[in-house]
């Protein structure tokens, strides 16, 4: 099913037609609102004149996470606050999150976007969607509790967390469709598997996971324990959330909702746009958002596009899995970790060296998050339980910063390998590529 | 009347109590009391040696980290009551103790304290004639 034909299989021609319509647009919008834009174009030596169609979109200068730290919190606006009616945020490097404005148009485009992912796994107005991402500043609860009204279908709200009550509401509201975080999915099957209650009562089909990779295999765990079939659904806060594409029947991509979310790939290290088809980072022009546009914002992600037209019939580009970083970002549980927070706390807290290794792992389907530390040596003691108070305290500073409540491991002095240049402290255990 | 004790700090993994012994022992520093404290992913050594300062050093000098702390070193008769009636004594002047460790060989017993308040632990062991080490 599709829930808005024109939009989603509309011609390449068209479609360029439009985009291009509404880059100038969004471009005049951030030039006479919002001044870093205005200044940033200025010393590129573009105007909005020079903004005629979607080809010139590589005339214009990029916007990259830090421009969202440095403008915090509502320097990128491109709207008064009196048409500001949301606020969402995800966590950011220096303690300050991300701050995104939307006007009530941009939650009108978020909930067209959604509807059009909801309906793409088969959804529709007579089925029950129990939402259990997060609800609050994360855009993934609110983002999907809108999409399910907008389609006319039966929200059951639950936010993560509770378990037991979570697999008590899927039983008895009947519910369809399940959405969550894929790790999140995995002790679901595996808590309902314990109760012993039987799956046949149990109207589960569907699964609508995303705001952390996910391999194939994940996929057919899930698919195999849950019973349902596993969609995608992509998004980012500071392009809107979670709606930004999503998987159809066929899963041979991630659609994207290009007349809104204008993707690019460019080359990481030249910022040129690569051939089509090839690798390179994940580039997104906000094509019709008025609280926060973003022009050409860099999202670090590595993947490419197919611009065939799909079996589904949609014709909109299609993303393939991301396929890794091209910044030293991590993604533990949903969140984003820099390891350069980590070394700030550890750089605060007297007690210890400025040394440090993260290891990160998948064990029984969660993010493990580890960091080894060396205690100065004049604060070494005789004393264990002083000792695990030092962990405590760099955990609780850690986590009051990235939000993450890390495994904190003393190791013995001089035992974490000191490198010249650029250290490497960081090891990632997880595999999401296949 | 107290003894030094070195503490070290050790990591939980296979070999590094081996480590340490096999430093002291090419130091020739011979060893009287040894223990370890443990939680999940590191351990404290405690030691009592014949030259604390000179295992200090070979220690440190090999990247352990190192402290020296004071305890209560009590030698007495080895037979049973001994180490009751000194718990009491402490007990009664309301002494904490943080850790101790104890062996035996022989006709004696020697036990190591950690009390938290070291003055009053010796006044009050002193004035019942035990013997410290």
Redesign the interface.
């Given at each position: 099913m599709i829930w808005n034909e024109t939009a989603e299989c509309m011609s390449r021609d068209e479609r360029t037609a439009l985009q291009g319509k509404r880059l100038k647009a969004v471009v005049e919008r951030v030039y006479f609102n919002c001044e870093p834009y205005r200044k940033r174009m200025q010393q590129a030596g573009v105007t909005p004149g020079d903004i005629n169609s979607l080809e010139d979109i590589v005339k214009l200068p990029f916007t990259c996470k830090q421009d969202l730290r440095d403008y915090y919190p509502f320097g990128l606006l491109s709207s008064p606050m009196s048409e500001i009616v949301r606020i969402h945020a995800s966590s950011g490097t220096t303690g300050k999150p991300i701050v995104v404005g939307y006007t009530r148009n941009d939650l009108g485009v978020w909930n067209e976007v959604g509807a059009r992912c909801l309906t793409a796994y088969g959804l529709g107005k007579n089925d029950v969607v129990q939402v259990s991402y997060g609800y609050g500043l994360f855009t993934g609860g609110l983002g999907v509790h809108g999409a399910v009204e907008t389609i006319g279908g039966t929200v059951v709200p639950m936010s993560s967390g509770n378990t037991d009550k979570q697999i008590l509401m899927l039983r008895d509201m009947g519910v369809k469709a399940l959405c969550c975080t894929p790790s999140y999915a995995l002790h679901l099957a595996e808590c309902i598997e314990r109760s012993g209650i039987p799956r046949s009562d149990f109207q589960l089909k569907v699964g609508i996971f995303g705001a952390e990779p996910w391999t194939e295999q994940m996929r057919k765990e899930i698919e195999r324990r849950l019973g349902v079939k596993a969609f995608d659904i992509y998004g980012l806060t500071e392009i809107t959330g979670p709606g930004v594409g999503h998987e159809c029947e066929f899963q041979c991509g991630t659609h994207i909702n290009e007349d809104h979310f204008y993707p690019e790939i460019v080359n990481p290290e030249t910022g040129e746009p690569v051939a089509p088809g090839e690798v390179g980072e994940l580039v997104f022009t906000t094509l019709t958002k008025e609280g926060m546009p973003l022009i050409r914002f860099r999202t670090h992600d590595l993947t490419k596009l197919n611009y065939d037209k799909c079996e589904c019939g949609r014709t909109s580009v299609r993303m393939s899995k991301i396929m890794g970083r091209c910044d030293d970002m991590l993604i533990i549980r949903g969140v984003n970790v820099f390891p350069s927070q980590i070394e700030s706390v550890i750089l605060e807290t007297e007690e210890f060296e400025p040394h440090f290794f993260i290891t990160v792992d998948r064990v029984n389907n969660t993010d493990t998050f580890e960091i080894k530390v060396e205690v100065k040596e004049q604060f070494y003691t005789d004393d264990i339980s002083g000792m695990l108070k030092l962990q405590k305290k760099l955990a609780s500073r850690i986590q009051s910063v990235v939000g993450l409540n890390p495994t904190i491991r003393l190791v013995e002095p001089r035992s974490l390998q000191r490198s010249e240049g650029k250290e490497k402290r960081v090891l990632d255990k997880r595999v999401f590529c296949n | 009347m107290t003894t030094k004790?070195l503490?070290v700090?050790?990591?939980n993994k296979t070999g590094r109590l081996n480590d340490v012994t096999k430093i002291l022992a090419k130091a020739n520093i011979n060893m009287r009391a040894f223990s370890v404290?443990?939680?999940a992913?590191?351990g404290?050594l405690?030691l009592l040696v014949d030259d604390t300062e000179k295992a200090k050093e070979e220690l440190r000098k090999n990247?352990?980290?190192?402290?020296v702390?004071d305890i209560i070193g009590i030698k007495m008769a080895n037979k049973p009551g001994t180490l009751n009636k000194i718990l009491d004594i402490l007990a009664e002047a309301k002494v904490y103790i943080?850790y101790m460790y104890a062996y035996s060989d022989s006709d004696k017993a020697i036990t190591a304290i950690?009390p938290d308040d070291m003055e009053k632990a010796v006044k009050v062991i002193s004035e019942n004639n035990i013997t410290m080490l």
């Open positions: - | 004790q503490s700090f050790l990591e404290a443990d939680s992913d590191f404290i405690r990247g352990f980290a190192v402290s702390t943080e950690k």
